[in-house]
């Protein structure tokens, strides 16, 4: 590991200044879960780490019926999950918390740092792969092992995006704050992600001196019932094969609106608006349910190895949104 210094903020103001410095390579240190792995192995080799935990009220959770939900990135994962407030009134958020890593992982990891992590792929994280994400000319995953990387939106990267909570906010609503020493600007969580197709070396917005101050979730709407299911290898401490996260504004059994978000099969968490359409309106029976989820894999272009992963999106959509809407099959 590369000798590196050690820089506590003072405030927000304080790190981006930071951060934005061009004569050093800086990175911003929340829990540190994931950057300090990628550290340790060699993927990155800052010269400084500015931490983000010394600044105050970065942890705070509140919530307002006017408002809705107020999320400071540094709020831990274990935090987000039980929040009672979240488990209320936004339960695919905090089923989406609730099933990252391990119990340890979840009380050091944070809900900033979660949707901000960088991809799982052995190539990228290999250090002997200069693969495309790392600057380099070639993603290995298509002539290589991709039994977990995406059926959707791939090329000319095909990782998978590896947040959980991130897919869960989209649905909801979210939007993120974003803090530079140019001011503050405020985006969807559909706008803070990056496709491979636009810059393979990046996964979202952020860049230089910017990092997110703020994630704010609307309050949830009359008759508003939501899920976040996955399918993991292990039980334990494994990211999602796939992942969806469903939000649905009911009257009775019908479904006035929906939202659909897809984990483990894009590069970035995957909005299904085709699916989405396909339920919006409708009563929600098995029928339109299987619709649905032959919709969201309409488009899939599966690799080698992961196939499977067609299969194994729709039976998960499928149980996500009946089980949204608190219906038995």
Not at 257 to 262: F, K
Request: aromatic share 6%; glycine share 10%.
């Amino acid at each position: 590991m590369k000798a590196f210094s050690y820089y506590n903020a003072a405030d927000v103001k304080d790190a981006v200044a930071v951060l934005g410095d061009s004569g050093s390579d800086s990175r911003a240190l929340a829990g540190g879960t994931d950057l300090i792995g990628e550290i340790k192995n060699r993927y990155i080799s800052p010269d400084r780490l500015v931490n983000l935990k010394s600044i105050k009220g970065l942890d705070r959770i509140k919530y307002s019926r006017s408002q809705g939900l107020t999320l400071g990135p540094l709020a831990t994962l274990a935090e987000v999950a039980g929040h009672e407030q979240v488990r209320v009134r936004y339960p695919a958020l905090a089923e989406a918390a609730e099933s990252v890593g391990s119990p340890q992982l979840r009380n050091v990891g944070t809900i900033g740092g979660n949707i901000c992590q960088r991809p799982r792929c052995w190539y990228y994280r290999g250090e002997e792969y200069p693969c495309l994400r790392k600057g380099g000319s070639h993603c290995y995953a298509v002539s290589g092992r991709n039994k977990y990387h995406c059926i959707i939106d791939g090329g000319p990267c095909f990782i998978v995006h590896p947040s959980d909570t991130a897919p869960a906010l989209m649905a909801l609503g979210a939007r993120v704050a974003i803090t530079s020493a140019r001011g503050e600007r405020e985006v969807g969580l559909d706008e803070f992600f990056v496709l491979p197709s636009s810059d393979p070396t990046r996964e979202n917005i952020l860049g230089p001196g910017e990092i997110v101050t703020r994630i704010s979730v609307p309050p949830p709407g009359e008759g508003q019932r939501s899920c976040y299911l996955k399918f993991k290898e292990r039980e334990s401490r494994d990211f999602a094969l796939v992942g969806a996260a469903v939000v649905l504004e009911l009257q009775g059994r019908t479904c006035r609106r929906a939202s659909v978000v897809l984990a483990g099969v894009a590069p970035v968490p995957h909005r299904s608006t085709a699916a989405e359409k396909i339920l919006s309106g409708q009563a929600i029976a098995l029928a339109v349910v299987e619709k649905a989820a032959e919709a969201a894999v309409a488009g899939a272009e599966p690799m080698e190895e992961n196939g499977y992963k067609v299969q194994l999106t729709k039976t998960i959509l499928k149980r996500a949104v009946l089980r949204a809407a608190g219906v038995e099959v």
